[in-house]
Each structure stands twice: as C-alpha cells, then as structure tokens.
C-alpha cells in the first residue's frame, strides 16, 4: 500500500507477540505520552463542546431570543463546519498538525470567553452567539482533520483501532450526556445563563494547556515527503490529489457514497420523526425521549469499546459494511412498535452498530490512505457525510404527511442494507480486503 506508516517508538510493555490475547488493547494507546496529552485535550474540547449545545440554548433565551433565533445560531454553527471542513483538511496536510490543533483551541477558547465576559456585562446579543457559533463550527472543521492525520504519526499502526475506539466511545457519553448535564447543572444555579459559559471556557483553557505539552511529530519517511505548489494553486492542486485518489479507490469512493446515501435516508427520520413518534406511541414526557437518546449513546458507546478491544478483524471491510448495513434494521421496528422496552433494546442495537463500523472506519482511513493526503480524505469524508444531512432533515417532515410514518422507519431501517450490498459488491471488497491485509 502507499504512504506506508513509520512506526514510533512503543511505551515500554506495549509490545505484544502477534496472535497474543491483550487485555489491555482497548487502553493500550494511553501509553504514549503524546496521545495522552492530545487525548485529553479531546475530551475537554468534547466535553466543552456538549456543554456549550445547552449554554448555547439558555443564552439565547436570555438575550430575549427566541426559536428563530435559536435556529439563526445552530445554523451559523452548521454552516461554519461545513464551510472549513475541505479548507480544515488541506490545512491537516499542509501545516504541523500540532500546531494546527493549538490555534483552533485558542480561537476555541477566545470565542467562548467573549460570551462569558459579555454575560457579566449583561450585554449578550444574538449576533454575538451567532458569530461564536460560526467560529466554533469552523473550528471543528480544521480540529478533527488535524486530530486524524496526527494520530498515525504518534501511534503504531496496530494501536490506532483502539485509539479510535477511546475516542469513539468518549465522544457520545460527554457530548451527548456528561457535558449537557454538567451545563444544566451550572445554568440552574448561576444566575444569567452567559455566566455558565466560563464552565466551558474552563475545558478549553486546560484543553490548550494540554495540547501545549504534545511534543513535534516524528521526521516523516523519504516515502512520505510531499512536494506541492504553493498558494491558491497549491489549494486547488491538494483538493484535485485528494478527490482523484478517493476517485481512483473503489473502496474508499463506494463507502463515501454508502454514506452519503446512509444520512440522506437515516438522519432525517432519526432526527425529527423520532420524537414525535415517542410522543404519539409511548407518552408526552420528555423524559422518554430523552432517555431514548441516550440508550442509542450508551450502544455506541458499548460498540466502540467491543470493537477497539479487539484486534481489526481479518476481513475488516466485510465487518465494517455488514454491521453498518444490518444495525439499521433495527430502527424500522422502532417505527412500528408502541412497547417502549423494544424501542429502547432496538435504538441500542442501532448505536452500538453505527459505533462499531465507524471506529473500523477511521481505522482504515489511517492505516490505507497515503499520510501526506490524510488529512484531506478524512475531510473530504466528512464533508460527503454531512452534505445531506440538512436536506434529510429538510424531507422528513413533509414527507410524513404524505407517507405512512411506519412505512418511512421501514425504508430507512432496510434501505442503508442494500446500499451497502451494492457498495460491497462494486467496490469488489472481499477481493481489496484480501489484496490489502491489516492484521499483521
């Protein structure tokens, strides 16, 4: 394969005989000390991130906004990630990714101490939000390229399944839980809500603490030097490398499309049926939706540490595509049934799942895609994922006034199954699996 990786040096008693049972696989990358470093900067950065979705509401509110509002700001955060996610991967490839990381977090944290010393002022504006917003999403955009192509740099090969097994198992359990709770927690007892944010400028301020001890990534191998042009040509040239080399790999193009068709048919019952069809089956009270949604975080919390504490398996994309295509089938009878027991067992079953094929898949991306171009594949990745997310959410509505609610779960529990055959079969993937191992 091209772009193959240099190994760095493994923290003592890291090394394991091959075929060896670890049982400490799933932890065994925290033994690096510049992972560990980055690692926490992550789950700060995370952290702060699920706490800022709820001081984010509650400043809204406070600064006399209401849902437009609230809406203008979520978008300018949407639209930030979306307009520096391609510029944020050919930045990974371009500058240290070390120090790439270090800016977005000082943006990061200038941005939310802006809300927080405006919130003691009392002068709070929907503007305001709606600029920190964008510069958070933006932020993101350039943070999690840098993230991915770093990781290949610091870690052996055979560690980064767990690496992004830690963060995959991480990143619902404090985006999604921890962080919001702890931010409720602080909006209730303050007594302007803006005054909650120093809560998330506090994560940030030690994220960049953290990422300030992250020492200079390795020589890269002679293999490895890239030579581009410089300036906007040298822009347009990386994103033309990029998108002909996902072009020119049927496995990496056919898995971009599953996706892509995967949000177009998934997301947007997911996100806006869902809670009106826990409310119509099983209650009005928001405590079942909402422990719903976390159930679907626990399962993929439970998928990435299952996966990561194993060795990749041998036929990784058959692994990979079968999970992600037979884990939504779950999600059709959730459409269906009104016992609330059976909605929950099925919405684990779909996160567990989802978990499970997304941590192979940031896998495969580190260990098959050149690493002069990584940064820009994992971008483009998640551009591709994210494009038709908003139309998605944008079809769900109107769509259910005219279709079954039932008949619309079904189609979006079973048709993610026959796209992934279709991509299975084309990409011929058993036959690129074998040609390529990774479990040596």
Same mark, same amino acid.
Not at 37 to 55: E, K, P, Q, R, T
Not at 73 to 97: F, H, Y
Not at 191 to 211: C, M, T
Not at 261 to 283: H, K, S
């Given at each position: 394969?091209?772009?193959?990786?240099?190994?760095?040096?493994?923290?003592?008693?890291?090394?394991?005989?091959?075929?060896?049972?670890?049982?400490?696989?799933?932890?065994?990358?925290?033994?690096?000390?510049?992972?560990?470093?980055?690692?926490?900067?992550?789950?700060? *950065?995370?952290?702060?991130?699920?706490?800022?979705?709820?001081?984010?509401?509650?400043?809204?509110?406070?600064?006399?906004?209401?849902?437009?509002?609230?809406?203008?700001?979520?978008?300018?955060?949407?639209?930030?990630?979306?307009?520096?996610?391609?510029?944020?991967?050919?930045?990974?490839?371009?500058?240290?990714?070390?120090?790439?990381?270090?800016?977005? /977090?000082?943006?990061?944290?200038?941005?939310?101490?802006?809300?927080?010393?405006? @919130?003691?002022?009392?002068?709070?504006?929907?503007?305001?939000?709606?600029?920190?917003?964008?510069?958070?999403? =933006?932020?993101?955009?350039?943070?999690?390229?840098?993230? *991915?192509?770093?990781? +290949?740099?610091?870690?052996? +090969?055979? &560690?980064?399944?767990?690496? !992004?097994?830690?963060? @995959?198992?991480?990143?619902?359990?404090?985006? &999604?839980?921890?962080?919001?709770?702890?931010?409720? $927690?602080?909006?209730?007892?303050?007594?302007?809500?803006?005054?909650?944010?120093?809560?998330?400028?506090?994560?940030?301020?030690?994220?960049?603490? %953290?990422?300030?001890?992250?020492?200079? /990534?390795? /020589?890269?191998?002679?293999?490895?030097?890239? #030579?581009?042009?410089?300036?906007?040509?040298?822009?347009?040239?990386?994103?033309?490398?990029?998108?002909?080399?996902?072009?020119?790999?049927?496995?990496?193009?056919?898995?971009?499309?599953?996706?892509?068709?995967?949000?177009?048919?998934?997301?947007?019952? #997911?996100?806006?049926?869902?809670?009106?069809?826990?409310?119509?089956?099983?209650?009005?009270? +928001?405590?079942?939706?909402?422990?719903?949604?976390?159930?679907?975080?626990?399962?993929?919390?439970? @998928?990435? $540490?299952?996966?990561?504490?194993?060795?990749?398996?041998?036929?990784?994309?058959?692994?990979?595509?079968?999970?992600?295509?037979?884990?939504?089938?779950?999600? =059709?009878?959730?459409?269906?049934?009104?016992?609330?027991?059976?909605?929950?067992?099925?919405?684990?079953?779909?996160?567990?799942?989802?978990?499970?094929? !997304?941590?192979?898949?940031?896998?495969?991306?580190?260990?098959?895609?050149?690493?002069?171009?990584?940064?820009?594949? *994992?971008?483009?990745?998640?551009?591709? *994922?994210?494009?038709?997310?908003?139309?998605?959410?944008?079809?769900?509505? +109107?769509?259910? /006034?005219?279709?079954?609610?039932?008949?619309?779960?079904?189609?979006?529990?079973?048709?993610? %199954?026959?796209?992934?055959?279709? =991509?299975?079969?084309?990409?011929?993937?058993? &036959?690129?699996?074998?040609?390529?191992?990774?479990?040596?």
């Amino acid at each position: 394969m091209s772009g193959e990786q240099r190994e760095p040096v493994t923290a003592p008693g890291a090394e394991q005989a091959p075929g060896a049972r670890d049982p400490w696989r799933f932890v065994r990358p925290l033994g690096h000390r510049d992972f560990r470093m980055l690692f926490g900067a992550v789950v700060l *950065s995370i952290f702060g991130a699920g706490m800022w979705a709820v001081v984010m509401v509650y400043t809204v509110i406070g600064a006399g906004g209401g849902p437009v509002d609230l809406s203008v700001v979520a978008a300018a955060n949407a639209v930030g990630l979306l307009l520096c996610a391609i510029p944020g991967g050919i930045a990974a490839d371009r500058i240290a990714r070390r120090l790439l990381l270090r800016i977005v /977090e000082l943006v990061n944290l200038l941005a939310i101490t802006s809300v927080a010393v405006a @919130g003691v002022l009392g002068v709070v504006t929907i503007p305001h939000l709606t600029i920190v917003a964008f510069l958070l999403g =933006a932020g993101a955009g350039f943070f999690f390229p840098a993230y *991915s192509a770093i990781l +290949p740099r610091i870690l052996p +090969p055979a &560690q980064l399944l767990a690496a !992004n097994g830690l963060e @995959g198992a991480i990143r619902p359990a404090l985006q &999604q839980a921890a962080g919001p709770a702890a931010a409720g $927690i602080i909006v209730a007892a303050v007594l302007a809500p803006a005054h909650a944010a120093w809560g998330v400028v506090a994560a940030h301020a030690v994220a960049l603490v %953290l990422l300030l001890f992250v020492r200079p /990534e390795p /020589e890269a191998a002679a293999g490895q030097v890239r #030579e581009a042009p410089e300036g906007v040509r040298g822009v347009f040239h990386d994103l033309k490398e990029a998108v002909g080399f996902t072009v020119r790999t049927p496995w990496l193009l056919w898995t971009l499309l599953f996706a892509t068709g995967w949000v177009l048919v998934f997301v947007g019952p #997911e996100e806006v049926l869902l809670p009106f069809v826990t409310r119509d089956r099983v209650g009005e009270d +928001p405590r079942l939706f909402g422990f719903l949604l976390a159930i679907y975080g626990i399962g993929g919390v439970a @998928g990435s $540490i299952f996966v990561s504490s194993m060795k990749l398996p041998r036929r990784y994309l058959t692994a990979m595509m079968g999970v992600w295509g037979v884990s939504t089938l779950p999600f =059709a009878i959730v459409g269906i049934t009104h016992e609330y027991w059976l909605m929950a067992v099925c919405l684990f079953l779909v996160g567990f799942g989802f978990s499970y094929g !997304n941590v192979i898949w940031g896998t495969l991306l580190q260990r098959r895609v050149p690493t002069h171009m990584l940064g820009r594949v *994992s971008s483009l990745d998640f551009f591709v *994922s994210l494009a038709l997310m908003p139309l998605s959410m944008a079809l769900a509505g +109107p769509l259910a /006034e005219v279709v079954p609610v039932e008949a619309i779960f079904i189609a979006a529990g079973v048709i993610p %199954l026959f796209l992934g055959a279709i =991509a299975y079969v084309v990409a011929r993937m058993p &036959q690129d699996e074998m040609a390529h191992p990774l479990d040596h």
